[in-house]
């Protein structure tokens, strides 16, 4: 069975107090067995007190970004094996915000993928579409594209995510329909499969991202190549996050 994953992208949000508060929360009401594996991705200051916090707890950290140096004059950035060392086992990248706000390409996207699994961290790796493109019929071609960035390098998506984001989606409280979003997900399924090796293919987990709630994962989760969700603004609320993942026990998944 693929893993089901609820990963929770907080942005540029939170405060060290808020952070420990959500954290307490969401330990407070996790599932036991739990559904899913859960995911936290706070800001880069606040990883070392989320990974404090989730010490014995079936909670993953995550990092929003990462460099695709390994070290030098860089300044501001982050490195991969920095990540590591600070407990992250996930990290984005080409967050659909990193594309559109500070134009990272394909290609360096790729790059960081690399960097991230060079590292020993499990990148998840975002793709998606715009209202535009969509619109245009363009879906399958630009998400291929980004896909392909990646193949191009020589890498695989073994001991990777791919979380599809489509960016009209994203913050705008518009929701790709089940069927929509499981159309996507199929086919970058059965893209992979046909480029590289069907077992990763089958294996890999794809989330599904852009303004997923508690009243709507469900029905995005019961959908056969939906494998979770990676959650904004929800994320945020420790009930509205719990309530995402307990979506999982509807569908009749066990941990």
Not at 93 to 111: K, T
Request: with cysteine; hydrophobic share 40%; proline share 4%.
């Amino acid at each position: 069975m693929r893993k089901k994953i609820v990963a929770g992208n907080w942005k540029m949000n939170a405060s060290k107090v808020a952070a420990e508060r959500l954290v307490g929360g969401i330990i407070a009401g996790l599932p036991n067995p739990s559904p899913c594996q859960w995911v936290m991705i706070p800001p880069y200051p606040y990883l070392g007190c989320v990974d404090s916090a989730i010490q014995g707890h079936d909670i993953a950290l995550g990092a929003q970004d990462t460099s695709n140096e390994q070290a030098g004059a860089f300044t501001g950035e982050v490195s991969a094996d920095m990540l590591r060392d600070m407990g992250c086992q996930y990290v984005l990248v080409g967050h659909s915000e990193r594309r559109s706000l500070y134009g990272e390409s394909s290609e360096l996207v790729a790059q960081k993928f690399a960097a991230a699994k060079r590292a020993g961290l499990i990148p998840i790796l975002c793709v998606g579409e715009s209202l535009q493109q969509r619109e245009q019929e363009q879906t399958e071609q630009v998400v291929c594209q980004q896909l392909d960035a990646v193949l191009f390098l020589g890498e695989n998506f073994e001991n990777a995510v791919v979380a599809y984001e489509p960016v009209w989606a994203i913050g705008t409280g518009k929701t790709a329909s089940p069927e929509q979003a499981q159309g996507v997900h199929h086919m970058i399924r059965q893209y992979l499969s046909d480029k590289s090796q069907k077992s990763i293919a089958e294996s890999l987990s794809i989330l599904y991202g852009g303004s997923v709630k508690g009243d709507n994962a469900g029905d995005l989760f019961a959908m056969p190549d939906i494998d979770g969700g990676l959650i904004g603004g929800a994320s945020l609320k420790a009930d509205d996050f719990l309530a995402i993942g307990r979506s999982f026990i509807d569908q009749g998944v066990k941990a």
